[in-house]
């Protein structure tokens, strides 16, 4: 009980009330997202459908080099961003290392917080531990994407599925899931990014960092929900 105590102490109650608000907020509108989908047409779930229905066209096609093309240029987002976040977290380490300096440079920064250098190294560390989870989620988002492809290399000869009573609504179920799962992940490595922009109002105060978790939550739901391009592919 002492040693939680101890942890506790580290930092002010309002801290700790602001970084259960993010986690809170980050995780219940995961939540929140998925099971609204459900009942509400979200960018996903929409996207989803049409990725299905490319899935079903691709078992009338002879020759599919324009569908490998497509799943080639959808893997190449979630590799940048994969690299770019390994580049990210270079500089998150880098900076722990001198964690003294960054220390004097933020509190230079207008209404920035003055806070010790273990609480400044907590920051950076909440910030290491959005991007590993980005860099995971964009890479595994890769490899669904190269296992859609192998899927779509595999599928019958368009005249194969007549002839040996294959069904093509089973194919496009199996690969759309396939490469609707690759989307889904590459989501929540961009969703990590929206949030590591919230996780910057704690440089400044507690009560930023909640503000900054609230509009990170709007922005989200707008344009997963509320999107004008929503309207056009639900048109």
Same mark, same amino acid.
């Given at each position: 009980?002492?040693?939680?105590?101890?942890?506790?102490?580290?930092?002010?109650?309002?801290?700790?009330?602001?970084?259960?608000?993010?986690?809170?907020?980050?995780v219940g509108y995961a939540w929140f997202a998925r099971e609204r989908a459900g009942t509400h047409m979200s960018i996903l779930a929409t996207t989803n459908r049409i990725r299905?229905?490319?899935?079903?066209?691709?078992?009338?096609?002879?020759?599919?080099?324009?569908?490998?093309?497509?799943?080639?240029?959808?893997?190449?987002?979630?590799?940048?961003?994969?690299?770019? $976040?390994?580049?990210?977290?270079?500089?998150?380490? +880098?900076?722990?290392?001198?964690?003294?300096? =960054?220390?004097? @440079?933020? *509190? /230079?920064?207008?209404?920035?917080?003055?806070?010790?250098?273990?609480?400044?190294?907590?920051?950076?560390?909440?910030?290491?531990?959005?991007?590993?989870?980005?860099?995971?989620?964009?890479?595994?988002?890769?490899?669904?994407? $190269?296992?859609?492809?192998?899927?779509?290399?595999? +599928?019958?000869?368009?005249?194969?599925?007549? =002839?040996?009573? @294959?069904? *093509? /609504?089973?194919?496009?179920?199996?690969?759309?899931?396939?490469?609707?799962?690759?989307?889904?992940?590459?989501?929540?490595?961009?969703?990590?990014?929206y949030f590591a922009f919230a996780a910057i109002g704690w440089f400044f105060s507690p009560l930023v960092f909640m503000l900054a978790t609230a509009g990170v939550v709007y922005?989200?739901?707008?344009?997963?929900?509320?999107?004008?391009?929503?309207?056009?592919?639900?048109?």
């Amino acid at each position: 009980m002492e040693p939680l105590i101890k942890v506790m102490t580290v930092l002010p109650w309002l801290d700790w009330v602001a970084v259960v608000v993010f986690f809170g907020g980050w995780v219940g509108y995961a939540w929140f997202a998925r099971e609204r989908a459900g009942t509400h047409m979200s960018i996903l779930a929409t996207t989803n459908r049409i990725r299905r229905q490319w899935m079903l066209q691709t078992t009338y096609r002879d020759v599919r080099v324009v569908d490998g093309v497509v799943i080639q240029n959808l893997s190449t987002s979630p590799s940048f961003f994969a690299s770019t $976040t390994i580049l990210i977290i270079g500089g998150l380490l +880098a900076t722990l290392g001198t964690t003294e300096k =960054a220390s004097e @440079l933020v *509190r /230079e920064f207008p209404f920035a917080a003055r806070t010790s250098v273990l609480v400044f190294d907590l920051k950076i560390v909440l910030m290491l531990v959005i991007y590993v989870y980005a860099f995971f989620r964009f890479t595994w988002s890769m490899r669904q994407y $190269t296992f859609g492809a192998l899927l779509v290399a595999s +599928a019958p000869e368009a005249d194969q599925f007549e =002839a040996q009573g @294959l069904s *093509r /609504e089973a194919f496009a179920d199996k690969a759309g899931r396939v490469v609707g799962l690759a989307a889904e992940t590459f989501n929540d490595g961009l969703r990590a990014y929206y949030f590591a922009f919230a996780a910057i109002g704690w440089f400044f105060s507690p009560l930023v960092f909640m503000l900054a978790t609230a509009g990170v939550v709007y922005i989200l739901f707008q344009r997963e929900f509320h999107s004008d391009v929503l309207d056009v592919l639900n048109a």
